[in-house]
């Protein structure tokens, strides 16, 4: 099944970030970056909940150095 979330992370600043971010998030199988926003921190994702978890997208962005500080489920 596929889930789609809006994480905003305390550290998304600049491009320079959403490189790092999504760098890290590269790592993840089934895992598709939708769009990234500096303005509002936020990273639109959507995974594959059998392939992938939120707490493993967590700790991925938390070992990049970008916690995740707020979650949203996408409708």
Do not use: F, W
Not at 15 to 24: E, F, L
């Amino acid at each position: 099944m596929q889930t789609e979330i809006t994480v905003t992370l305390s550290r998304l600043n600049c491009n320079g970030c959403v490189r790092n971010v999504t760098k890290a998030l590269q790592t993840l199988p089934e895992l598709e970056i939708i769009q990234t926003d500096i303005a509002t921190k936020t990273v639109h994702l959507r995974y594959a909940e059998d392939q992938v978890s939120l707490e493993q997208i967590k700790k991925v962005l938390l070992e990049a150095n970008y916690p995740v500080v707020a979650q949203q489920p996408v409708s």
